[in-house]
Every structure is written in structure tokens, then in C-alpha cells.
């Protein structure tokens, strides 16, 4: 066996750790930041945050249904480097209104895509959010089932409780029961009210009631202080004061009484009755989230030919190159009130590896506290989070604040430390930043240990109107002097259907004074500047630091009922670096050659009900040329919703390149996946497959066969 032959050999083996985690899904960024419910005008509007730029491309299907696939494209930025991870999932915020439902990501590597879960079928429509990282579902409220008997015209009162000695109650219980007998007093009153007809003093009464500490009385308080307002002809209250109570008690005898109520209100309209004014919340603790753990175990054989003066030699080997236990935990705890609305948010990944080769990790994603002033318009969060705009490139460490409304006029602040960092000690930064209307200014100074690691201002706009938005950045960095990034993205309706568009230059990697490090034998900006000035260590990062331009389109109409056709347009060209370098601490690194002009289109076509109703079918078609490489790839999948209360996804990739050198790379990879849940609260699923790699060059050919599998448990609370 040549030593040539077993260097590529060896090199083939240590990519397969890599390889694994595209495979499975395996990566080390989690793509969700956080999902969040607004009750507006036109439904509750579901806000998923994720934590990095997202360009939306289209969903499936159009208006309603199980299951939704939102599909998008991940944006360049800072962060863009690091693989996003599949299979991870975030479950909505509880709601009387809406039906719950989870949010998981899919095929981060292939064609990324969001999986929207409901527990029944929903209506609901899907727009970009107002900045460039955000998706909003707008889901129409449950029709809930209205009797058609009679309504009581007084409100029928609890007896009150027999009172314990008083000797033998501590001072909580004590004041527990004098609230209750307080809020008894009232409903007497209000009821009194109410039989006399003076419907006015019945508000009043009821109002009282509900400011008490939530008590016996506080849910019959909350159905009948509507009722009073409809009485007295205060018909936008009233709605107000029953949708309030479908959210806070959305079961038993009293919610079809108030759905009975609130129908005869809307009858006759066709959007959510609501209006501008404050709406008046009971006070209360809200805790859910999910647990959630998950195996992955990947097997390869490879099997490597090469030609050595005219004698062929083959080099066969297998093994075990993924075998690990991820467990995730998230949890959020809401306190909201008439106020406030607080919270606090943890999510943690913990990584089990069980190969000799690979370390275990545990990464804390999110670990935040958060106080929100509804009245005097301030936010104050606490801890590790994502990045929100302001020039903050990644999730971090610190603390952000706001006060004002964006509306009119918001600041904003925020101080911290880059959590996500490759070399050396943690970026710290400091930002101001100033929102009116659809405008954002904002200013950032980062700093590496001593050293200036960047220092820019920049620009957001936002536009959101229907069908059309649009989102532009500009980001400047005064310490480079250069142009950082500049992007303008948006969609807009067209042709029947919907066109979205994406401009957008930029450094890549983004300026930074650590970009220096890049090929250097150290890792510590110090370690250079003992050799060299801080305007040759900026010029190294700027040698180092290559240019993007990238610009899209792409267009969805709708075919008939059930299919909906889609396509994209991408054109990427990437500059190249001069040499630079001189010493061996420095790193010596040859000029690097522009990619050229990258150039790929996709056809997309998706349908529903072909096999069975709530189906789903996808097929794609990607063609793409570039300098180096010529390719095309094809894409098969469907989603399956069976009476047993199983769930079926399988999905076909297949693909096929030819480099500048006459070599070709195929690529095909069957999967199936399989999931059930149990009693809304329990979720099961698995998955395998096979992917068979194929490389044929002039001197070398490699056969790859590759299986793996996965298999989790998923508690929602």
C-alpha cells in the first residue's frame, strides 16, 4: 500500500465526523431563538425568532391545515459559518384561542425548512417578520361550539366557605380568606347590580373584584364584568372582557356560555373583534417548555482505489463514526399581568459522545430574565441571548434595554460579551441604538482583550404592509474604514403568487481584527503585536477577509387548490485574497483565486392530498455552475399523516458534480423517519438511512457507504 494511498485514506476518515453531522443533522448552532403569541386584530400572531438572518421563500400549504412547512434561506453574516442543527423543537406559548403547536427544524443542510405541528387543524397565513431573522404565522381563532339554550340573566354566587377557627389560621390563610370574602361581597353586589339594572355600578363592582389577588370569585368575576359592559351598551369592552376570559379559562360550562356571548357580539363580522385599548389581565404564573433526548449512531465503509504506475491498489476499512446522546432542556416561566410581562428562559444542549475521538460538550444556548413594562414602555433582559439588531453579531453574555415606543421613539442599549468565539479571550461590546418608525440608528464598539476589534454604525429599515415587505441594512465600520455589509431583501406579490428578492454585499468573514488569526500559528492577538504595529495587525485581518456579492429571486404561484409551484434565481461571486504573512507566527498563507460567478436555480413544485388527505409532496430541481465545479441535485420528499396516529416522512436526495479536473462526485441518500405522539405530551420519533458517496478522479476512486440512524423522546409541559 502506498503512503499517498493512506494519507487519503486518513484524511477521508477524520471529514467523517463532519460528514456524520450533516448527515443526522448533528451541528453546533441552534437555530431557534424563541417563539412568542400577540393577540392582534386580524388573530394571534405566533412570532418565531431565529437566531441568525433568514430569507423567506415560501410556505405550504396556502391557508390551512396540520401540518405547515415554512421554507427559507439562511443569510452570509457573522455566524453563517456554523452549521445549523435539525430536530430541534419549540413548543408555542399556551393559548384558549388558538390550538398549541410545536416548531422544528428540517434538512438545515439540503433544503431548510421549519415544521409547524398544530394539535388540530388551523387556519392561519404566513409573512416575513419586520426584521430579517423572524416569521410570523397569523392563526385565525377556534370557532368553539356555541350552544343555543338559554343564558342566565344573573350570575349564580358560590356559598362562601365555612370559616376555620380563627386561632388555628396562619396570617397567609387569614388573608387568603378575608380576599375571598371580600371578593364574595362583591359578586353579591355586582349581582344586585345587575337585577336592579344599573349596569354601570355593576362594572364597578366586578372591576374591584378582579383587582383583588385571584381568588374563588375571580373566574365568575371576569365571564359577568362582560356581561355588565354589554348591558351598558359598551360593546368593545365587552369583547374585550369575554376573548379575556376564552384565554384565561378556555374550559367548562362558563366558557360556552361566554363563546355564546361573544358570537351574538361578532355576529355578523368577519374579523376578531378587538380594539386598541389596554386590556385588563388577571395576574398570573405561566410555565412550559419540553425536555427531550435524542440517539445517533452512524456506521461507515469505505473502500479507495489508486493507480500507482499503472497497478491499482485498494484500501478497504469500516467503522463507527458517530455514536452520541443529545439531551435538551427548555424552559420558560411567564409572569403576566395587567402591567407586566416578565420572564425568564433556559435552554441548554448537552452532548454525550461515546467515541474515543470525540469530547462531550454542554452548551447553555439561553439563560436570560427579562421585565417588560407594558404602561411605561421599558424592557430590561438579563443574561445569555440572541442578538436582536443593533450591530451585535451573534448570540452573547450582558445586558440589553429599551425604553420609549418604536412607533414614535425608542433607545435602546446593550453591553456584553460575544458567546460564540473561536479564538482567545471573549469580544466585549458596548452599543446604543435609536428606533423610530421604520428606522433604526445604531453604534457598536467591540473590543478583543486591549485591541479594537471592531467599531461600525449602521442602519435598519423596515417596511410591512400585506403582501409586501422589505428589510435594508447598512453596517460601516470606522475602525476599518470599509463597508462591512450592505443587504436589501423583501417579497412582494406577483404574478398571483408571491416574488421574494435579496441584494447583499458584504466582508466574509465579517471585519474583525481577530480575522488576523486566520492561518496564524497563535492564537492571541498579543502574541502578534509583539512583532508587529496595530495598523499592520488591521491590514493582516483586511488580507484576510474576502468580499461577497450575492443577489436572488425567486417567485411561488399557486396551481389549483392543492399544489403550489416555486422557483429561485442565485448568482454569489466571492473575491479572492492576496498573499500575506511573513513570519511563521504570522502564517505564511499563498494568494487565494476568486470562486467567479456562482450560479444556481431551483425548481420547486409541492402538493397535497395526492395519496391521502393532509399529505404532503415535494419535488426540487437544482442546477448549478460555477468556475471549479459544474452539478445538479434532485429532491424528493413526503409527509404523511396516518388514522393510527403515526406520522411518515421519507425524502430522496440525489447528486451529481463534475470538477474542473474531469472528477465526478455522486451522492445518494434514502431516509425515512417515523414519529408518534402520546397524549399531546409525549412525542416519539425515528429515523434511518443510507448514503452512498461515489468519487471517480483520474488516479483515485473512493466508495463511501454510510448508515445511520436516530431515535428520541420528547416531553412537552
Not at 28 to 42: G, H, R, W, Y
Request: aromatic share 8%.
Amino acid at each position: 500500500m502506498s503512503i499517498k494511498l493512506a494519507s487519503g485514506m486518513k484524511r477521508l476518515i477524520s471529514s467523517l465526523p463532519l460528514l456524520a453531522g450533516m448527515s443526522c443533522g448533528i451541528a453546533t448552532a441552534q437555530p431557534l431563538d424563541d417563539v412568542s403569541l400577540e393577540f392582534q386584530n386580524q388573530g394571534v400572531v405566533a412570532t418565531i425568532r431565529l437566531t441568525g438572518p433568514v430569507q423567506y421563500l415560501r410556505h405550504f400549504p396556502e391557508s390551512h391545515g396540520k401540518t405547515l412547512e415554512i421554507y427559507y434561506d439562511r443569510v452570509q453574516g457573522a455566524t453563517s459559518t456554523e452549521p445549523w442543527v435539525d430536530d430541534e423543537v419549540r413548543k408555542s406559548p399556551p393559548s384558549g384561542l388558538i390550538p398549541s403547536f410545536t416548531v422544528t427544524t428540517r434538512d438545515q443542510q439540503t433544503k431548510p425548512k421549519l415544521v409547524i405541528e398544530f394539535a388540530r387543524e388551523a387556519e392561519y397565513s404566513v409573512t416575513p417578520g419586520k426584521d430579517n431573522r423572524s416569521l410570523l404565522i397569523t392563526i385565525r381563532p377556534e370557532k368553539r361550539p356555541v350552544s343555543t339554550g338559554p343564558l342566565p340573566f344573573l350570575p349564580t354566587i358560590k356559598p362562601e366557605p365555612t370559616p376555620a377557627p380563627a386561632g388555628t389560621l396562619t396570617a397567609e390563610a387569614a388573608a387568603i380568606a378575608e380576599t375571598s370574602k371580600q371578593a364574595r361581597d362583591l359578586m353579591v353586589q355586582g349581582r344586585d347590580a345587575l337585577a336592579a339594572k344599573n349596569n354601570e355600578a355593576a362594572v364597578d363592582a366586578f372591576n374591584k373584584l378582579l383587582l383583588l389577588p385571584p381568588n374563588d370569585y375571580t373566574q365568575d368575576g371576569q365571564e359577568w364584568i362582560g356581561v355588565a359592559r354589554e348591558r351598558a351598551m359598551q360593546i368593545d369592552k365587552a369583547r374585550i372582557e369575554y376573548e379575556l376570559y376564552l384565554r384565561l379559562y378556555p374550559e367548562g360550562e362558563g366558557a360556552a356560555h361566554v363563546a355564546q356571548r361573544l358570537a351574538g357580539l361578532t355576529k355578523g363580522t368577519g374579523e376578531v373583534a378587538t380594539t386598541s385599548e389596554e386590556k385588563k389581565r388577571a395576574a398570573r404564573l405561566i410555565s412550559y417548555g419540553s425536555v427531550s433526548s435524542r440517539y445517533y449512531f452512524g456506521k461507515s465503509k469505505i473502500n479507495s482505489t489508486q493507480t500507482f504506475n499503472n497497478a491499482p491498489e485498494t484500501l478497504s476499512t469500516s467503522l463507527t463514526d458517530q455514536s452520541m446522546l443529545i439531551t435538551s432542556v427548555d424552559a420558560s416561566e411567564r409572569y403576566v399581568s395587567d402591567e407586566y410581562d416578565n420572564r425568564f428562559v433556559f435552554r441548554d444542549v448537552n452532548t454525550r459522545n461515546f467515541l474515543a475521538n470525540q469530547r462531550s460538550l454542554n452548551r447553555v444556548n439561553a439563560a436570560y430574565g427579562e421585565m417588560k413594562n407594558r404602561k411605561q414602555d421599558y424592557m430590561l433582559r438579563m443574561g445569555r441571548q440572541s442578538a436582536t439588531g443593533g450591530g451585535v453579531l451573534g448570540r452573547f453574555d450582558g445586558v440589553f434595554g429599551s425604553y420609549g415606543d418604536a412607533q414614535n421613539l425608542r433607545v435602546n442599549g446593550v453591553v456584553g460579551s460575544l458567546a460564540d468565539y473561536s479564538q482567545g479571550s471573549e469580544p466585549q461590546f458596548t452599543g446604543a441604538s435609536v428606533d423610530k418608525g421604520a428606522f433604526s440608528l445604531y453604534g457598536i464598539n467591540q473590543t478583543f482583550g486591549s485591541t479594537t476589534d471592531r467599531r461600525a454604525v449602521g442602519t435598519e429599515w423596515r417596511y410591512f404592509e400585506d403582501k409586501k415587505t422589505a428589510y435594508a441594512l447598512l453596517d460601516y465600520d470606522t475602525y476599518f474604514k470599509k463597508m462591512n455589509a450592505a443587504q436589501l431583501m423583501g417579497t412582494v406579490g406577483a404574478l398571483g403568487g408571491t416574488m421574494n428578492f435579496m441584494v447583499d454585499h458584504r466582508k466574509t468573514p465579517s471585519l474583525s481584527i481577530r480575522n488576523a488569526l486566520n492561518g496564524a500559528s497563535t492564537s492571541t492577538l498579543n502574541a502578534l503585536l509583539q512583532t508587529m504595529s496595530v495598523s499592520s495587525l488591521r491590514e493582516l485581518a483586511l488580507a484576510r477577509t474576502a468580499t461577497s456579492n450575492m443577489g436572488q429571486i425567486g417567485i411561488t404561484v399557486p396551481l389549483r387548490e392543492k399544489w403550489q409551484a416555486g422557483g429561485d434565481f442565485r448568482l454569489t461571486n466571492t473575491s479572492g485574497m492576496p498573499a500575506s504573512g511573513t513570519t511563521a507566527l504570522e502564517g505564511i498563507l499563498p494568494a487565494t483565486p476568486s470562486r467567479g460567478t456562482e450560479k444556481s436555480v431551483t425548481g420547486q413544485l409541492i402538493g397535497s392530498g395526492l395519496y391521502k388527505e393532509g399529505d404532503i409532496w415535494s419535488g426540487s430541481i437544482t442546477l448549478s455552475t460555477s468556475s471549479t465545479v459544474n452539478g445538479h441535485s434532485i429532491y424528493l420528499y413526503n409527509h404523511t399523516m396516518h388514522k393510527n396516529g403515526w406520522t411518515m416522512d421519507t425524502s430522496l436526495q440525489f447528486y451529481r458534480s463534475k470538477d474542473q479536473f474531469g472528477g465526478t462526485t455522486t451522492r445518494t441518500s434514502p431516509m425515512v423517519r417515523g414519529a408518534y405522539r402520546i397524549k399531546e405530551q409525549f412525542y416519539f420519533d425515528i429515523d434511518g438511512g443510507i448514503e452512498l458517496n461515489k468519487f471517480n478522479g483520474t488516479l483515485q476512486t473512493t466508495k463511501t457507504t454510510r448508515y445511520f440512524l436516530s431515535g428520541g423522546l420528547r416531553w412537552d409541559f
